[in-house]
């Protein structure tokens, strides 16, 4: 199965109670709040989780200070690297409906990435997607977010369109979104768009190997040898072909569209070097290029 790099958008776990919140709590809550947060900062995570457990089991339930208190356990679970338990906290202080609009989109958005922690897919994107409409200058990171839910889904073709449109959106679009949208363009077997995108690749990163093999073998695989030929070469002047498999690929390409002189040119070379093991078949093949 394929699997994808999670692009979780840097966000806050943590949320401060703000001075606002006491005029719709309790003193004694708020007061109790702000000492979990110490807690928190201090990374004293499993006694900050003590003291909500108890707070919740006091505080009114349905109201808001029950949303606060559910928010605040959520964000020790996640830092805890507990997500389900952290996605559930969210879930049921969502459900509440008590929340401030702008705690409640944050909220919504940190739910949809707790989701994709814990491989639950489907659910992200019911989240996300609306968010996005919602909220279009987030469009960015919430687009390669459920790009790569999508991804995860085998929905190779939605979740092109979002990781497109990211791209597109984007001043400097970072090199895991761009391989993301590579990876489906080989999902799909759309080759000349990854031709293209490979192209754009070596530029900007013209000493990652991978890019350069990746475009010969697309060449090979659109039929356009000559061209795979041309990457190989370059690739080989580099320094790239760096095992023996790699070195008589590029000499049988070489034969291939009829280059005899440049395949034993090559062949003889890098015996000479013993990059090529010196044996009769490769001795066999060097004689046949001349």
């Not at 109201?63 to 208190?69: C, N, R």
């Not at 090979?220 to 790239?240: C, E, N, P, R």
């Not at 090559?266 to 490769?282: C, D, G, M, T, V």
Request: charged share 20%; net charge positive; with cysteine.
């Amino acid at each position: 199965m394929m699997r994808f790099l999670l692009l979780i958008i840097c966000i806050c776990l943590l949320f401060p109670v703000h001075a606002k919140a006491a005029t719709k709590i309790s003193p004694r809550l708020y007061k109790a709040l702000k000492k979990t947060e110490t807690l928190i900062a201090n990374k004293s995570y499993q006694l900050a989780e003590q003291k909500l457990q108890d707070m919740l089991a006091d505080v009114k339930k349905q109201s808001y200070g029950h949303a606060i208190v559910l928010r605040s356990l959520s964000s020790v679970y996640a830092l805890k690297g507990q997500y389900q338990q952290a996605s559930d906290a969210l879930a049921t202080c969502l459900a509440l409906n008590v929340l401030p609009k702008n705690q409640h989109k944050q909220a919504l958005l940190n739910l949809g990435q707790l989701y994709m922690a814990i491989d639950q897919y489907a659910k992200a994107i019911r989240i996300l997607e609306p968010y996005l409409k919602e909220n279009p200058k987030q469009a960015v990171e919430i687009n390669v977010l459920v790009a790569n839910a999508y991804a995860q889904l085998k929905h190779y073709r939605k979740s092109l369109s979002y990781i497109e449109k990211a791209i597109a959106a984007s001043k400097k679009p970072k090199e895991a979104w761009y391989q993301l949208n590579l990876a489906l363009f080989f999902e799909l077997k759309e080759y000349v768009p990854a031709a293209d995108l490979l192209n754009k690749l070596i530029q900007l990163h013209p000493d990652k190997k991978t890019y350069w093999d990746q475009l010969s073998s697309v060449y090979q695989q659109l039929k356009h040898y000559k061209k795979a030929v041309s990457v190989k070469q370059l690739a080989y002047k580099k320094g790239f072909l760096d095992t023996e498999k790699s070195l008589l690929n590029l000499a049988n390409l070489l034969l291939y569209i009829h280059s005899p002189y440049k395949a034993a040119h090559l062949i003889k070379n890098e015996l000479a070097h013993k990059h090529i093991k010196s044996n009769s078949k490769n001795w066999e093949t060097l004689a046949n290029a001349w």
